[in-house]
């Protein structure tokens, strides 16, 4: 049963990019994860493993991002136990194929839930290839990773742990490991009411990921209460230019400031290895080069840049954009150049460095870990 409930989950995350274009091997797989799961799958949200009845998690409705329960009706609700395991799984070194590497080596609750380098080191020191974005306000993310490969969190979860330059787990070490230690064999009989399984573990990890927000920044109390008292003047005057000359609203829009789209800025596009993003997903041409537009919610703390992480601070980021960007064959038509002034750089500047908020800073590693 875990080893099908996992080669599903396997399964639905390769076919779930463009199910339309391989018709045959959705079908195909569909079967297959039937025969596997049984009334498992028979649920519209399959991977929305609910946990046992105990104390719902409230996740609280911070100034500037929409109401939580909007986005968690359709998924499992999370609770305390299930935020908790979420925790303990998060910061276990324990669960990576040389005992040295947790989510959080990669994403630091000191950085936002990033890692300060350009590209992520895995285990073994392997070098990863893209730069590990931050993971606040998930919960109300649609699509996830730079390419957004996976579809839903639960989805995302489980990449990590069997990626070779990450985790480095296969499917079954995974199991075995979590089930070889007694404490995390209890909590999941407390929180799930089953034995250490996949879809228990991503949906633990989702939960207590989903309880990882940034709201109520400076920027918001401007925005949405009008407190002018709240937002150095500087940083307002950036405001202005971020939703005119500057034009970054047209992507970086709504509460997350990403319109949950992919773009073709021309990142990378000076060398000659480029990393094709979007289109590795979805083989249309359009989406050569296109990447997720990414929150700008603790930006200033979320250094290097880009999906390559190519910049080391925000000047460079603002300059990037006011030469337009790198001109290619796929470059999104957005992408002008600006002409900006050095005043209305350092303004804009000053906006990104005010969307600092909170909701995160709870997260923070358990003092001891399931014996
Ligand atoms: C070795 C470093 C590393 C480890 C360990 C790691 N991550 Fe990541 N994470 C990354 C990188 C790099 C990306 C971006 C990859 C891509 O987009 O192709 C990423 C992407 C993500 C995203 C997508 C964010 C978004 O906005 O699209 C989430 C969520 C996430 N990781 C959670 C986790 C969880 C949970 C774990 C542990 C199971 C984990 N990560 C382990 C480096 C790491
Ligand atoms: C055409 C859509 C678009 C516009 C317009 C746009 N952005 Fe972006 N932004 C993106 C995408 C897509 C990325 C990721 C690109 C990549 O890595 O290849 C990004 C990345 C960023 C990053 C890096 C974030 C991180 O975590 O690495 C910052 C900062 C940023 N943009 C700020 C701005 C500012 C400031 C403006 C206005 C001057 C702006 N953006 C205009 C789509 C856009």
């Known amino acids: 049963m875990i080893q099908n409930a996992f080669s599903m989950l396997m399964d639905i995350r390769r076919l779930v990019p463009n199910p339309s274009e391989r018709p045959l091997s959705f079908?195909?797989?569909?079967?297959?994860?039937?025969?596997?799961?049984?009334?498992?799958?028979?649920?519209?949200?399959?991977?929305?493993?609910?946990?046992?009845?105990?104390?719902?998690?409230?996740?609280?409705?911070?100034?500037?991002?929409?109401?939580?329960?909007?986005?968690?009706?359709?998924?499992?609700?999370?609770?305390?136990?299930?935020?908790?395991?979420?925790?303990?799984?998060?910061?276990?070194?324990?669960l990576s194929g040389d005992g040295t590497i947790a989510c959080s080596s990669c994403h630091l609750p000191s950085r936002a839930f990033t890692d300060g380098k350009a590209v992520s080191i895995g285990i073994n020191g392997q070098r990863g290839h893209r730069n590990a974005p931050t993971i606040v306000n998930r919960l109300y993310g649609r699509s996830f990773f730079w390419d957004g490969r996976a579809h839903t969190l639960p989805e995302q979860t489980l990449e990590p742990f069997i990626s070779p330059v990450e985790h480095g787990l296969s499917q079954r070490d995974l199991l075995s490991v979590v089930s070889s230690i007694p404490g995390y064999r209890r909590l999941f009989r407390e929180t799930f009411g089953t034995d250490v399984a996949a879809e228990g573990i991503a949906v633990a990890l989702t939960h207590f990921q989903w309880t990882i927000l940034s709201g109520n920044s400076p920027v918001d109390r401007?925005?949405?209460?009008?407190?002018?008292?709240?937002?150095?003047?500087?940083?307002?005057?950036?405001?202005?230019?971020?939703?005119?000359?500057?034009?970054?609203?047209?992507?970086?829009?709504?509460?997350?400031?990403?319109?949950?789209?992919?773009?073709?800025?021309?990142?990378?596009?000076?060398?000659?290895?480029?990393?094709?993003?979007?289109?590795?997903?979805?083989?249309?041409?359009?989406?050569?080069?296109?990447?997720?537009?990414?929150?700008?919610?603790?930006?200033?703390?979320?250094?290097?840049?880009?999906?390559?992480?190519?910049?080391?601070?925000?000047?460079?980021?603002?300059?990037?954009?006011?030469?337009?960007?790198?001109?290619?064959?796929?470059?999104?038509?957005?992408?002008?150049?600006?002409?900006?002034?050095?005043?209305?750089?350092?303004?804009?500047?000053?906006?990104?460095?005010?969307?600092?908020?909170?909701?995160?800073?709870?997260?923070?590693?358990?003092?001891?870990?399931?014996?």
């Open 222 to 371: 401007f925005d949405y209460r009008g407190d002018a008292t709240a937002l150095p003047v500087a940083a307002q005057r950036g405001f202005l230019v971020f939703r005119g000359k500057g034009g970054c609203v047209r992507c970086h829009a709504g509460p997350n400031y990403t319109d949950e789209q992919y773009h073709n800025l021309g990142v990378g596009w000076e060398s000659p290895h480029v990393d094709l993003g979007r289109y590795s997903v979805t083989r249309q041409p359009e989406d050569i080069g296109a990447f997720k537009t990414p929150t700008l919610r603790e930006v200033a703390r979320t250094a290097p840049y880009m999906h390559d992480g190519r910049f080391k601070t925000l000047r460079e980021v603002v300059n990037f954009y006011n030469h337009g960007g790198v001109s290619n064959p796929h470059q999104d038509p957005i992408m002008q150049p600006l002409f900006l002034s050095d005043d209305e750089r350092e303004d804009l500047e000053a906006f990104l460095n005010n969307l600092s908020g909170q909701g995160w800073q709870q997260a923070v590693a358990p003092r001891v870990f399931p014996k």
């Open 27 to 94: 079908a195909l797989a569909l079967t297959r994860a039937f025969i596997g799961c049984g009334l498992f799958l028979l649920s519209p949200d399959a991977l929305a493993l609910d946990p046992l009845r105990a104390a719902d998690k409230e996740i609280p409705y911070l100034l500037g991002l929409g109401d939580p329960n909007e986005f968690l009706s359709f998924e499992s609700r999370p609770t305390t136990r299930s935020v908790e395991l979420g925790r303990f799984l998060f910061f276990d070194k324990r």
